[in-house]
C-alpha cells in the first residue's frame, strides 16, 4: 500500500539537562518532548496546539534537525532523517523542509537586501543562473503579493506583514514539500493575520505544499486546519480532525483551551472551564496523567499511570481514561 504521510514521527523524545546552581552538581531533568508520534498527510494541514512551554515548538525544531533528538524516528517522505546523512542526502533533505519563523523583525538578517535574503537559499543550492534566480524571486514576491521591484530594498522597510510575506517567500525559494509555521502570525495585528493565513492557504494549493502549523491561538488553528494536534506538558494528548477537536473535544484540557476561546457575538457567552492550580514543572512531572493535578474530573485512577493515546470514533484519539464520560462543560 502507498505511504501517502509526508512526515512521521515515532516514539520522538527530547530532554534538557539544567544544573540547580551554576556550581552545583545537581542536574535537572526537563521533558520538553516527551514521548510523542504523530503523521502529517500530503498535501494537509496538521495544526499542533497548546500552552507557551508545552514542547511545541521543540518539536518543530526536531523536525527541521536544528537540534537532535534523544530518541525516536523522523520520517520525511518514508526516509529516517534522524541518522547521520551523507551531505548531498542532507541538502536534499534541507530542500524538502523550510521553516517559517515567528517574528518577521529577528528573522531577516538586516544587513542584506530582500534580494540577497531569498536568493541565499538558491545559492547554497545552486539552483540556477543569477538571472535564473533573480527572475524565481520575483516571482515569489508577487506570489505572496509584494511588488518584484523592491529587491534592492532593506528589512527596515517593510511592515511586520510585508516581513513576514518576505519570509514566506524564503521558505518557498526552494520548492520544499513540507513547511514548519512556527506561529507564523502571532507577532502580527489582527487584520494582517487573516490576509497571512488566506495567502498560506492560496500557496499551499500552488504549491501542493504540506503544513505543520504551530500555535497557542485555537481559532487560528481550526481556521487553517485539516486536523489538529494538542499538545501538553510535551505529550501528544488528543488528535483528531478539525471539525471533531472543536465540536467534540474528548479530553479534559482541550475542553477547557476551547472554553476560553471567545465568541464574536456580544450578547453570547461560553461557560468558561477554570482548571486548577498551575501547570506542573516539565523538571518534576506527575506519577499518573500529567494533567490530572489541574483535571476538574480526576479520579484516584488517574494518578496511578500516564494513559495512552486511544481512539474513541474514526480517528479520534485521546490520552485520557475518562475521554468521553466528563462530557462536555
Do not use: W
Not at 545559492?123 to 515569489?140: A, M, P
Not at 501542493?208 to 500555535?215: A, D, E, H, Q
Not at 484516584?300 to 464520560?325: F, N, S, T, V, W
Request: proline share 5%.
Amino acid at each position: 500500500m502507498e505511504n501517502n504521510n509526508i512526515l512521521e514521527i515515532k516514539n520522538l523524545k527530547k530532554y534538557f539537562f539544567k544544573k540547580e546552581r551554576f556550581f552545583s552538581s545537581k542536574v535537572y531533568t526537563v521533558k520538553a518532548v516527551n514521548d510523542i508520534s504523530l503523521n502529517i498527510i500530503r498535501g494537509e494541514t496538521l495544526g499542533l496546539v497548546g500552552e507557551s512551554g508545552c514542547g511545541k515548538s521543540t518539536a518543530g525544531r526536531l523536525i527541521l534537525r536544528l537540534i537532535d533528538p534523544d530518541s525516536g524516528e523522523i520520517l520525511v517522505d518514508g526516509k529516517n532523517v534522524n541518522r547521520k546523512m551523507e551531505k548531498t542526502e542532507y541538502m536534499e533533505y534541507r530542500k524538502k523542509v523550510q521553516i517559517i519563523f515567528q517574528d518577521p523583525y529577528a528573522s531577516l538578517n538586516p544587513r542584506m537586501t530582500i534580494g540577497d535574503i531569498i536568493a541565499e537559499a538558491l545559492i547554497i543550492h545552486k539552483i540556477g543562473t543569477r538571472l535564473d534566480r533573480t527572475e524565481r524571486i520575483t516571482e515569489l514576491l508577487e506570489k505572496v503579493g509584494l511588488k518584484g521591484d523592491i529587491l534592492s530594498r532593506y528589512p527596515h522597510e517593510f511592515s511586520g506583514g510585508q516581513r513576514q510575506r518576505i519570509g514566506i517567500a524564503r521558505a518557498l525559494a526552494v520548492r520544499p514539500e513540507l513547511i514548519i509555521a512556527d506561529e507564523p502570525v502571532s507577532a502580527l495585528d489582527v487584520s494582517v493575520q487573516s490576509q497571512i493565513l488566506n495567502l498560506l492557504k492560496e500557496l499551499q494549493d500552488s504549491f501542493k505544499l504540506s503544513y505543520l502549523f504551530i500555535s497557542h491561538a485555537m481559532s487560528v488553528v481550526e481556521y487553517i486546519s485539516d486536523r489538529v494536534a494538542v499538545m501538553y506538558l510535551g505529550k501528544i494528548i488528543e488528535i483528531a480532525k478539525s471539525g471533531e477537536v472543536y465540536n467534540n473535544p474528548l479530553h479534559p484540557y482541550t475542553q477547557a483551551l476551547l472554553s476560553a476561546v471567545p465568541i464574536p457575538d456580544p450578547k453570547s457567552r461560553r461557560k468558561r472551564i477554570l482548571l486548577r492550580g498551575d501547570i506542573p514543572s516539565p523538571i518534576n512531572l506527575p506519577k499518573g496523567c500529567i494533567f490530572a493535578p489541574r483535571c476538574i474530573h480526576c479520579i484516584p485512577e488517574c494518578e496511578a499511570a500516564q494513559p495512552e493515546l486511544m481512539e474513541y470514533g474514526q480517528d479520534h484519539l485521546a490520552a485520557c481514561i475518562r475521554a468521553g464520560k466528563a462530557g462536555k462543560q
